[in-house]
């Protein structure tokens, strides 16, 4: 009855909630996960690196990779485009792991369509926006005009925390870990990942 | 941000999954529950007692508590009442537990109907009918009769797990111990459980 395949899981939540931090914090305590690496057209940040951070591409390879189909999704986001090449992910769930994406909104309504029965979601967000606009700003790592269009951005997220399935509200670090390291231990125990047919028939004859 | 409500956590599987056994095993691990406990027409079990595995009352008194609307789900099943008081959860609920039933799969879809946005379920389920009949023989609990009448209704019950969020196989005790306090730990943060228009207006105005 042990029926194996690999399932999703989707971080979202603005820029500043502290969603790598946290990732950081509970890599240790996942097992047999693989972390979706997006592409990305916008410059690397201070200390970010090709393939670790993100795929860094020019908008013409983008836009190129969109027409061949090769993205699971994308979307423009300030002005970038952000994507997620679909070869690793296939690869990884037919190697039974919990792949991990830190997507926005947008990338979450998409797979989320396309893959419903395997993804279990999470919106991350601080306790209120003006201990996200502290975060921004304390960071010192953006422009104050990117700071303004991460705002308004994230404005425009929070409406949809309802369309995820949990909501961990990113105030205390050790808790919010703790909460993010239980919904990826039992990503994987959805009972729509299992085959219902198969299960039953199997369950019965053995 | 933190508004807090309570929360619903369903249990069911078949007579013989070791459903109770687990129950014990992970109560220290959950924090502020309410155990709701069941009412029922059938007779106690050897060591069952009145008032903590189940309210056991007669025929005549179930009936009547059903024309009161005094119940939240009952069914019948095996030729007896069982059924889930409505006082009692509504109280807990206002006090931010996490209410945990121990229910069959007809309660489940009833609960489910009423109170779909705080509930999280969970089918738990030996390996296979096979680990599920020698379970049931072992525990010299009940008659040949009986158990015949349990093992034809598990059959029909584990048509249902894809009605639930969760499915447990109940092969480790130890494994599906830490998946059960996990499930129980993260059902107060399903995103449906905050009140959308509250969250957003407070989170933009702090």
Redesign the interface.
């Known amino acids: 009855?042990?029926e194996k395949k690999g399932a999703i899981l989707i971080l979202s939540g603005p820029s500043g909630c502290g969603k790598s931090t946290l990732l950081k914090e509970v890599y240790k305590d996942i097992a047999d996960y693989y972390f979706s690496i997006s592409t990305t057209t916008r410059d690397p940040r201070v200390g970010e690196k090709d393939g670790v951070d993100y795929f860094f591409v020019t908008k013409e390879e983008f836009e190129k990779d969109i027409e061949n189909g090769d993205f699971l999704e994308y979307a423009k986001v300030h002005d970038n485009y952000y994507g997620t090449s679909l070869k690793p992910i296939k690869k990884a769930l037919e190697d039974e792991k919990l792949v991990i994406f830190d997507i926005d909104v947008q990338g979450h309504e998409i797979v989320r369509k396309k893959l419903d029965s395997i993804v279990t979601s999470v919106?991350i967000?601080t306790?209120?926006?003006?201990v996200l606009e502290s975060r921004l700003n304390s960071r010192n790592t953006d422009s104050k005009e990117i700071i303004e269009k991460r705002i308004k951005n994230a404005?425009g997220e929070?409406?949809y925390?309802?369309?995820?399935?949990?909501?961990?509200?990113n105030?205390n670090l050790e808790i919010a870990a703790?909460?993010l390291v239980?919904?990826a231990?039992?990503a994987r125990?959805?009972?729509?990942?299992?085959d219902?047919s198969k299960?039953?028939s199997?369950?019965?004859?053995?």
Chains 1, 2 share one sequence.
């Open positions: 009855m042990n919106f967000t306790p209120s926006l003006k404005k929070v409406e925390f309802q369309n995820y399935d949990y909501l961990i509200i105030d703790k909460q239980c919904i231990n039992i125990i959805k009972s729509k990942l299992f219902k299960i039953i199997t369950w019965l004859e053995n």
